[in-house]
């Protein structure tokens, strides 16, 4: 077998066999081929895609490139979530311990942020004490005690796509929904859970720009699913406007205690009322508005709540480090972004308020970067609201007072006034099985 005529089967349009794909991945790993000639099979492949099969088989191969978790000991109620990511998205911190609270058990691995924020467990991060990192035994124990246990994405866990991905990102072959697909559910089989719930962004701040592609990408990664005998469940939501209030580390853990405590903004609980109804109902396997009232339940009982210190503890966190939610906002500058007229908010760039962020030192540019965990943003008013001259639009926090300039002129950008209440946007666009 060999990569070239992989390369020019391709090319020409024409089905891989499971064996050729897995002859790729393979050779890839040992460095038998190389990133040009990959890198030219990754572009035949999104100009000519791939079937449900060879997506399948992809998946699969990147798969066995590394390790998989074994969740059998830790029963069938094993529930996982992903999100496509987005601006101002802390919805793990808040639907992991709802769903934990009501029977059921997320052993989960995520990811750091590369670009606007931080990722969840960079957020985590924040707390003093919390460990990101367990050996296996410690991984499975705390899972099995508290129901719940969030670690970063482990090494040996499809190390293919780690390397498949870095390519990807410098040759311009990202946007191809089966190299997306298999991107991401390689990582959420590999973790073990039984049940999958995932949560596709789309929108001026988020990968998918279409509600179109956005359902695309959910069928294709739910046929995934059923080949190897997942539950999936994709919730399309919007991202044209920050998620919630907070866009950083600390400050959307903040608002996350905020939600949790049956507080916080309303499309942010909607969301993850609707995330967490969604992996209840299918890890239980009971209907959805069952799992939505118990779903209420634990945020209004305070269960969902003590779940959560409970699991931060745990995991090495300093609880009191963080109660009230309030010593989360701690950074040593602050500066308010103060409105110049009177108006609707008619436009809230969701990419462009995550590039304020990040240039206060909330996310990174280079994987090596160092992340503020203190610095973001709190918005003040949102999209739709109606604003006077000389109120708070905003509030930017950093541990460095000159980098407010800058970060001030980006998100003064994403914000535009009408005279004229915008329509109201769709939140949830669809939930498919």
Request: proline share 2%.
């Amino acid at each position: 077998m060999r990569i070239y005529d992989i390369i020019d089967k391709k090319r020409h349009g024409l089905k891989l066999s499971r064996a050729e794909i897995e002859f790729v991945i393979s050779s890839y790993m040992k460095n038998e081929t190389a990133d040009y000639q990959v890198a030219s099979l990754l572009m035949a492949i999104c100009i000519n895609s791939m079937d449900e099969e060879e997506t399948s088989d992809l998946t699969r191969a990147m798969i066995e490139s590394g390790e998989v978790l074994d969740l059998s000991c830790l029963g069938e109620h094993t529930v996982d979530k992903h999100s496509t990511g987005g601006i101002g998205d802390k919805t793990t911190l808040i639907v992991a311990p709802i769903v934990a609270s009501l029977g059921c058990t997320v052993a989960k691995m995520s990811g750091r942020g590369l670009g606007f924020t931080g990722g969840t467990v960079d957020k985590l991060e924040s707390i003093d004490g919390f460990k990101t990192e367990l050996e296996p035994n410690e991984f499975l124990d705390m899972a099995r005690e508290a129901g719940l246990v969030v670690v970063g994405q482990s090494a040996n866990l499809v190390p293919a796509d780690k390397k498949l991905y870095a390519l990807r990102d410098v040759t311009a072959t990202i946007e191809s929904i089966p190299l997306i697909a298999s991107s991401i559910m390689s990582k959420k089989i590999a973790s073990g859970s039984k049940s999958i719930v995932l949560d596709v962004k789309v929108g001026s701040g988020a990968f998918m720009k279409t509600v179109e592609g956005a359902k695309a990408l959910a069928q294709a990664m739910i046929k995934i699913g059923k080949s190897f005998d997942r539950r999936v469940t994709c919730v399309i939501s919007d991202m044209n406007v920050p998620l919630g209030y907070a866009v950083g580390n600390s400050v959307e853990l903040w608002e996350a205690i905020e939600v949790l405590s049956g507080r916080g903004e309303y499309n942010l609980y909607q969301l993850c009322l609707t995330v967490s109804s969604s992996m209840v109902s299918s890890c239980l396997n009971i209907d959805y508005n069952e799992a939505k009232a118990r779903v209420i339940d634990a945020i209004l009982s305070g269960k969902a709540l003590a779940k959560f210190y409970e699991w931060i503890e745990k995991q090495g966190g300093d609880v009191s480090k963080i109660q009230p939610s309030s010593k989360l906002l701690s950074a040593k500058f602050k500066r308010e972004i103060i409105s110049e007229s009177d108006g609707y908010i008619s436009s809230l760039d969701a990419q462009k308020i995550g590039v304020a962020s990040m240039s206060l030192g909330a996310g990174r540019v280079r994987k090596e970067d160092k992340i503020d965990h203190l610095a973001g943003i709190i918005l003040n008013k949102s999209y739709g609201d109606y604003i006077k001259r000389g109120e708070v639009i905003a509030t930017m926090y950093a541990s460095n007072e000159s980098l407010f300039d800058d970060a001030s002129k980006i998100f003064t950008e994403a914000i535009s006034l009408s005279e004229n209440e915008p329509e109201k946007k769709a939140l949830i666009y669809e939930i498919i099985k």
